[in-house]
């Protein structure tokens, strides 16, 4: 019940890409929000992207605007994070999140139920 499960982390250079992605379980519905948090050592974890499930709202922190990229297959039912031009200060450990409801952003405040276990991401200079 209310499992997420992230895979597609790895080890990239500076200016590359790399796509992330995390399955869920089968309770996503089409009110429910899902996003990527991530949390780099010694740093709070901070939201990345969030995405309606049931619409085309999708919403992103300044610090990756235009560079990656958040999508759904709902078929699949699994959350893609599309990360391209990476930067060394992109490395973290990158969560998938998801709500059953309310409002939708990628930020911590705005209370996440479920959680996957994490996928390390390490882009070098």
């Known amino acids: 019940q209310g499992q997420l499960v992230e895979s597609g982390g790895a080890s990239v250079q500076a200016g590359g890409s790399l796509t992330l992605s995390c399955v869920d379980s089968?309770?996503?519905?089409?009110?429910?929000?899902m996003a990527w948090f991530r949390q780099a050592p010694g740093k709070e974890r901070e939201g990345v992207a969030a995405i309606y499930i049931g619409g085309a709202n999708k919403f992103y922190v300044d610090s990756v605007k235009g560079r990656f990229r958040i999508s759904r297959d709902n078929v699949k039912r699994t959350l893609f994070l599309q990360m391209n031009s990476v930067k060394p200060e992109d490395t973290a450990t990158y969560y998938c999140?998801?709500?059953?409801?309310?409002?939708?952003?990628?930020?911590?405040?705005?209370?996440?139920?479920?959680w996957g276990q994490g996928t390390q991401v390490t882009v070098s200079s």
């Open positions: 999140a998801a709500k059953l409801g309310g409002l939708c952003r990628p930020d911590l405040r705005y209370g996440y139920n479920y």
């Open positions: 089968g309770y996503i519905t089409s009110t429910s929000c």
